[in-house]
């Protein structure tokens, strides 16, 4: 899967669609890439983006992630599958997200991975969550949480770790 920055400073991916179950199960492979892979499969997937600020800075632009967070907010009260991405950086290291919406058995399915990487390189586990998602709309740390909320997460799969 090719990655490529828009002009507007979102990641994105071409993507194939959705079905949420993701999880390692008997696959070895706990990469936060490819489980977050084994998640999505519709071809009518919406990619609501990846924004990426610089390191260790407050962005000055926050244009990317609200419209990441409004794209997530829109398909999912439409029940359209989507995706969307975003890292937070800090000193000990940084935390990739990913959250995928879509339709696992007739039934409209949130799931939030998150995977850390300390500043050693070495990776925490790929944790999958359910989740409810929640907006926060305007909210100062818009770069850190989209001012997206799942609520009470419920721990569905958890992979790997070094």
């Known amino acids: 899967m090719t990655e490529s920055l828009t002009m507007d400073g979102v990641m994105s991916w071409p993507l194939v669609a959705v079905a949420i179950a993701a999880g390692c199960?008997?696959?070895?492979?706990?990469?936060?890439d490819h489980v977050v892979e084994e998640a999505i499969h519709p071809a009518d997937l919406a990619d609501c983006g990846y924004p990426v600020?610089?390191?260790?800075?407050?962005?000055?632009?926050?244009?990317?992630?609200?419209?990441?967070?409004?794209?997530?907010?829109?398909?999912?009260?439409?029940?359209?599958p989507f995706i969307?991405?975003?890292?937070?950086p800090s000193v000990?290291?940084?935390?990739?997200?990913?959250?995928?919406?879509?339709?696992?058995?007739s039934r409209w399915s949130l799931a939030l991975f998150e995977e850390g990487f300390n500043?050693?390189?070495?990776?925490?586990?790929?944790?999958?969550?359910?989740?409810?998602?929640?907006d926060r709309g305007a909210c100062a740390d818009v770069a850190q949480t989209l001012c997206?909320?799942?609520?009470?997460?419920?721990?569905?799969?958890?992979?790997?770790?070094?």
């Open 84 to 88: 969307v991405r975003w890292l937070v």
């Open 53 to 80: 600020g610089a390191p260790f800075e407050a962005p000055t632009d926050l244009t990317p992630w609200r419209v990441s967070h409004d794209c997530a907010i829109a398909s999912s009260a439409a029940q359209q």
């Open 148 to 162: 997206l909320d799942c609520g009470a997460r419920a721990i569905t799969e958890e992979c790997g770790g070094q």
């Open 119 to 134: 500043a050693d390189a070495t990776t925490r586990p790929t944790v999958e969550y359910a989740c409810e998602l929640h």
């Open 25 to 32: 199960g008997s696959d070895p492979d706990c990469s936060f």
């Open 92 to 105: 000990e290291g940084a935390t990739r997200y990913a959250l995928v919406g879509g339709l696992s058995q």
